[in-house]
């Protein structure tokens, strides 16, 4: 799972940070990407899934966070795409464990 972090913030919100440790502790990868780092990218400024090498999917949502559509997409070229923008970010990404040991050390 990837999360994407606003300008200036060191960590989600708090609410959001419980959710994430509670995922993290449970197995899920976790990993934060500064939304700083990607602005230049805006094609990677995007919500979106991949479910195995067979299909993708694609949120879209409005100006105030609310759904508009939500497209699955199972043509082998879809897939390609999404697999390609997961490895651009991965490329930006840190670690849940690596942000929570830089919180301990201070």
């Known amino acids: 799972m990837l999360l994407l972090l ?5 960590l989600p919100a708090k609410v959001i940070c419980q959710w994430i ?14 939304e700083s780092q990607i602005v230049d990218e805006p094609e990677l400024l ?6 195995g090498h067979r299909a993708t999917g694609q949120l ?3 100006e105030t ?7 699955l997409d199972f043509t082998p070229g879809a897939v390609s795409l999404a697999e390609e923008r997961w490895r651009r ?8 464990r ?3 040991d830089r919180r301990a050390r201070g």
């Open 6 to 10: 606003a300008w200036g913030t060191a």
């Open 21 to 34: 440790e509670e995922q993290y502790k449970r197995g899920i990868v976790i990993r934060l990407i500064r």
């Open 46 to 51: 995007t919500d979106f899934g991949l479910y």
């Open 60 to 62: 879209d949502l409005d």
């Open 65 to 71: 966070c609310r759904t508009l559509r939500f497209t």
């Open 89 to 96: 970010l991965l490329l930006f990404a840190v670690s849940f």
């Open 98 to 100: 690596e942000v929570l």
